[in-house]
């Protein structure tokens, strides 16, 4: 069997076979290669675009996931319920009611950041497609009393940023996004800001804890979609000067004279910028982490990605150590604005086996009386089954769902239809449901509601679909727990779910459903 789909076409590199479903499933070429065909899979149009064809596309106006099945995912798990007592709340049919689940969650070494709801919108960075969107999002996130982190380069990508002595003094757009957040901050949830190599060089997040009133900060190692530092496009040879300027790796080198006349002549339109890769040492991390807090940190967090276990491993030592407020684990076939797609499919721990084997780690410590780091969880989660799924499975540990990309794509189509509702062009999709946003968008009226008239009005329009996506999520969620009587987040344990499969259950060590409360059954059956 052939885990990889889409090997040599897919919608993600705006490729496909001239053969259709006739292929090889192990090359993805078609079965018959035709002399004259012009190109439309992977390798012709590399023949052609070469090194371009290795990114999804287009750039700037998308997000990416892998298409790769791997062999056992959280589909291979089931939620279980059951018909007898309650926990958290009296068992009585008149108050073990769905809505009086209770989805709060806290993070932070003292579980002093609470949450509304147990999400952490995962790094956000200096993308295009991020950066389009960020008013939308952030403000969804403030609203909805949840987590959000800015990603790493932001600063650097600001045309505008000021930079003396190589190190950030003004940022526009960093400034802009943390205020997003602060302005629809209701008491509940967070912003933090990451850091990769670059952003640590040039000062970043001393910079916003300095001056733009940041309490937050995130170390990062990596993220699920790839083992490389994050890479963007560049459109003008003035950026690209600028940004190499700045310390970035450019391709090709835009102080090539030759270069630059290529990219005049229209040989090629659009420069790569890549951040370079860090390495992690225990000394170093533990001074950068005193650094952050001795800078006035009040919360630092870390930020891994799907590496080897040894590399899992060295995140929960480290968080532990340190005393971190959260640690978020991102498994492999995660979302990103841009990474090499074979390498989004091919490389890392998917996120079933990444948890796994966390829980098999943050056991060991929790056997020595260490101090455990609250945990988020990320890597393809997007409806309320999978957040039931990360929080059964990583329980007591698992404090938070990371979720990127469907709450972008939340903000995204938020803001699409909001804004043409605004311009009194309804898509037709949504006609039936009438004219006005109070109309058009379910929870409008109620968010109008909560926030007041003048106060929706100035909302950014995406945040409504954000709201309204995480209200979906949270009563989906409830209506999951209420089956399974568990009324608040801290009585969900691993025995709530079941492995479908014996494979499932060797890896994650969940139960397989065949001998699921099998003790029990003999004490009931006698």
């Keep these: 069997m052939n885990f990889s789909n889409g090997i040599n076409a897919s919608a993600a ?181 990451q850091a990769n190599v670059e952003d640590t060089s040039l000062g970043v997040q001393e910079y916003c804890l300095e001056k733009l009133g940041v309490e937050a900060v995130e170390l990062k190692w990596g993220q699920g979609a790839k083992d490389i ?38 040989a090629f339109s659009e420069f790569e910028r890549h951040s370079r890769i860090g390495f992690v040492e225990y000394e170093s991390f533990m001074s950068r982490v005193e ?59 998917p996120t079933v086996y990444l948890q796994a084997m966390l829980m098999k780690y943050l056991d060991k410590l929790a056997a020595k009386g260490a101090y455990l780091p609250p945990v988020a969880i990320a890597g393809g989660f997007t409806l309320e089954d999978h957040m039931f799924k990360g929080l059964a499975m990583g329980a007591p540990y698992t404090k938070a769902i990371g979720m990127a990309r469907s709450a972008l794509s939340a903000a995204m189509v938020g803001k699409t239809v909001g804004e043409a509702v605004r311009s009194g062009k309804v898509p037709n999709e949504y006609k039936k449901y ?26 950014p329009v995406g945040a409504i679909g954000v709201y309204s996506y995480f209200e979906r999520l949270a009563q989906g969620l409830r209506q999951f727990m209420c089956g399974a009587r568990k009324f608040s987040l801290e009585h969900m344990t691993r025995n709530d779910l079941v492995a479908l499969t014996k494979e499932a259950a060797e890896i994650s060590g969940i139960q397989y459903v065949m001998d699921c409360d099998a003790d029990e059954v003999e004490k009931i059956l006698g």
Excluded at 237 to 261: C, F, M, W
């Design 13 to 193: 590199t705006l490729t496909r076979l001239r053969t259709g479903e006739s292929k090889c499933p192990f090359s993805g070429m078609c079965v018959t290669c035709l002399d004259g065909c012009p190109g439309l899979c992977e390798i012709g149009k590399s023949a052609i675009r070469g090194k371009e064809v290795l990114y999804p596309q287009p750039f700037g106006k998308t997000t990416s996931a892998s298409q790769k099945d791997y062999p056992v995912d959280y589909s291979h798990f089931n939620i279980m319920g059951t018909a007898v007592g309650a926990y958290g709340i009296e068992a009585d049919s008149n108050k073990a009611i769905f809505p009086a689940v209770n989805l709060e969650s806290a993070v932070g070494a003292n579980g002093d950041i609470k949450l509304n709801l147990p999400i952490v919108v995962a790094g956000m960075g200096s993308t295009n497609v991020a950066a389009n969107n960020w008013d939308h999002l952030a403000a969804g996130a403030a609203i909805c009393g949840v987590g959000i982190v800015i990603g790493e380069n932001v600063c650097a990508m600001d045309p505008n940023s000021e930079i003396k002595g190589g190190r950030v003094v003004h940022s526009p757009n960093m400034a802009k996004r943390i205020k997003v957040f602060q302005d629809w901050y209701n008491g509940k949830g967070f912003i933090a800001v």
């Design 291 to 349: 650094e952050l807090r001795n800078a006035g940190a009040k919360y630092v967090m870390l930020k891994t990605g799907a590496y080897r276990p040894a590399d899992l491993a060295r995140a929960v030592k480290y968080a532990s150590d340190a005393k971190l407020d959260l640690l978020t684990v991102d498994g492999a076939g995660g979302g990103t604005g841009m990474s090499p797609w074979r390498m989004m499919n091919e490389w890392g721990v």
């Design 434 to 459: 009438g004219e006005k946003l109070e109309q058009v968008f379910i929870a409008a009226e109620e968010l109008k509601d909560k926030l007041g008239a003048e106060a929706f009005d100035r909302l």
């Design 229 to 266: 530092g994050g890479e963007v496009k560049l459109n003008t040879l003035e950026r690209a000067l600028q940004l190499k300027s700045r310390g970035y790796v450019v391709l090709p080198n835009p102080e090539d004279p030759k270069v630059q006349e290529a990219f005049k002549a229209g």
